[in-house]
């Protein structure tokens, strides 16, 4: 009997290990699917069927604060990832110039 407990214990124990991994992975591939939404989304707003003269700086400043405002690093330590944490200083920086 406390041979069959065991058991069951331990299978009780891999399969809230399993859970857990599997809520995790959840999670990530959550935030995956948000970054990528977002980066299709402002990709998609770079699109406008314009030939590809060069950007005026003034517009390059623009998209590149949309794409900070809208959740991205813009500097160059972390470019294209999405902000998880809120304001970053470097590329508030770079918002400055
Ligand atoms: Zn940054």
Redesign the pocket.
Known sequence: MDKAIGRVEDALELFYQAITQLKREAGDLRLEVQRLEKENKWLREQLPGTPATPVPFKEGQDALARL?YEGF???H???G?L?TEGD?????S?LKK
């Open positions: 900070y690093h813009i500097c330590l972390q470019y990832n902000r970053c200083l470097f590329c508030i770079l």
